[in-house]
Nanobody, 114 residues
Framework: QVHLQESGGGLVQAGGSLRLSCVVS????????MAWYRQIPGKERELVAR??????DYADSVAGRFTISRDKAWKTVYLQMDSLKSEDTALYYC?????????WGQGTQVTVSS
């Protein structure tokens, strides 16, 4: 049974940094998409960053501040968040696509105080 375990969320002051991690277990197959989404209260869930098609892309709002990365075994995806703003406060979800199926983490809260 595939399970995604997120960690790294918390409270940070504006301008600070956090690193989110998401580890997949329960499968021997590698994901073809690894991504981070976030949901701000009152807004739809939005894509923050992803690996796909052999490349990485970012939402305009985080480009230059956030970095998505992974381990060589394709088991862990990270989101390094620098220069955090209050607007980054949200529930962050990791997402893996494995063998054409979608898997989501439970979400980890990131709160940025100004």
């Amino acid at each position: 049974q595939v399970h995604l375990q997120e960690s790294g969320g918390g409270l940070v002051q504006a301008g600070g940094s956090l690193r989110l991690s998401c580890v997949v277990s329960g499968t021997i197959f590698s994901p073809n998409v690894m991504a981070w989404y976030r949901q701000i209260p009152g807004k739809e869930r939005e894509l923050v960053a992803r690996f796909w098609g052999g490349a990485r892309d970012y939402a305009d709002s985080v480009a230059g501040r956030f970095t998505i990365s992974r381990d060589k075994a394709w088991k862990t995806v990270y989101l390094q968040m620098d220069s955090l703003k209050s607007e980054d406060t949200a529930l962050y979800y990791c997402y893996f696509q494995i063998r054409s199926r979608d898997y989501w983490g439970q979400g980890t809260q990131v709160t940025v105080s100004s």
